[in-house]
């Protein structure tokens, strides 16, 4: 009876280990959404510096 139940443990463990599919799992690749910036910023910026800059000369 001990070895009954011995070996029903071992069939139960072994049976969980090997449970699953063989098949290769399936990933799909995250989407990444890449937003274009423009570059007519920047006139914007260098003319504010330009009129800060001309703000002591002024005076």
Same mark, same amino acid.
């Given at each position: 009876m001990k070895s009954i139940m011995t070996l029903a +443990? &071992?069939? +139960? &463990?072994t049976t969980? *280990?090997? *449970?699953?599919s063989l098949a290769d799992p399936i990933i799909e *690749?995250?989407?990444i959404v890449h937003e274009a910036s423009s570059s007519s910023s920047g006139t914007v910026t260098v003319a504010l510096l330009a009129l800060l800059l001309m703000i002591p000369v002024l005076d």
């Open positions: +443990a &071992f069939v +139960a &463990f969980t *280990a090997t *449970a699953g *690749a995250p989407l």
